[in-house]
């Protein structure tokens, strides 16, 4: 099987998306994939039993990608060997009338996870320099004091809100959290095949929307901004990662792969040991419970 290394898909430099290929050959069979995710994923799980009992850092899995881009699935896949207590999953929607009374960071933020635990963003703050930028006219659901309509929207404005962006990334870093960011990059021609996939599965449609034809159209337009956003948001402490995901099992692969091969370099992360007064006594006290 082909050797994974992170650094092959994370984002140092400016890339253009057109340039990245959306598909990476593992040199095996899918069901040898799938057996490699299976072990990835349980030490994954492991590692995150240790993040538990040490308590010193959080983990936050930022995933973005277009729609039909496998997000919940490779949430489920990936997370599955984790203890649900040490692990938590928001999906931002369109936000509701309490967030809108706040900045738009307010509601990542207190969804941000504790020291222990990992904290997974299914669609993130980035939503708020793509879609609001495809589609301006959304920024006056948030009521901000200077802009009264789209033309109010100049590019200061969306290079302020890179800045808000990588300093709200650097300030969760510096105060604990290890942050992964992964576009689950698609073709165009791939997501046709799942819309039609989503249409034909009496099991699937309900996930279909018109609207998802709507979008389709602007597919050039969101690449655009994708890429915008990962070209001045990808930083040392916060860097994006982008994740050829024309086939599902190899995205979650590579994904697992690389939040593994990275965490495992936190050589502190460890069980924290006995007390001594506890640890001199072992013997009596496994002695005391064979006795009963």
Not at 31 to 44: D, G, H, I, N
């Amino acid at each position: 099987m082909k050797k994974v290394y992170p650094g092959d898909f994370k984002i140092t430099s400016k890339v253009n998306l057109d340039e990245i290929s959306t598909k990476f050959d593992l040199e095996v069979e899918k069901k040898k994939v799938k057996k490699a995710m299976v072990s990835t994923r349980e030490e994954l799980g492991e590692w995150q039993d240790k993040l538990y009992a040490h308590g010193k850092y959080a983990v936050l899995v930022c995933l973005q990608g277009i729609d039909t881009a496998g997000k919940d699935s490779l949430i489920r896949e990936v997370f599955k060997d984790f203890n649900t207590r040490g692990v938590v999953v928001h999906s931002f929607k369109v936000p509701n009338s309490l967030e809108l009374k706040h900045d738009y960071l307010w509601r990542h933020y207190i969804a941000l996870p504790a020291r222990g635990k990992f904290g997974v963003f299914n669609r993130t703050h980035y939503e708020n320099v793509l879609v609001t930028r495809v589609h301006p006219e959304y920024l006056l659901n948030e009521n901000l004091p200077e802009v009264k309509s789209p033309e109010d929207i100049t590019e200061e404005f969306w290079e302020k809100r890179y800045e808000q962006i990588r300093n709200f990334e650097k300030h969760i870093v510096d105060n604990g959290t290890i942050v992964f960011k992964f576009f689950l990059h698609i073709s165009k021609e791939e997501q046709r095949k799942r819309l039609l996939r989503r249409l034909n599965k009496p099991n699937k449609n309900w996930k279909f929307s018109p609207g998802d034809l709507e979008e389709r159209k602007l597919w050039k337009t969101y690449r655009k901004y994708y890429q915008e956003a990962i070209n001045k948001t990808s930083t040392e402490k916060a860097p994006w990662y982008v994740i050829p995901s024309d086939s599902k099992s190899t995205a979650r692969y590579l994904v697992a792969k690389i939040l593994y091969e990275e965490l495992i370099k936190y050589e502190d992360v460890k069980e924290p040991e006995l007390a001594p007064e506890i640890f001199k006594k072992l013997e009596e006290y496994i002695e005391e419970l064979k006795k009963e």
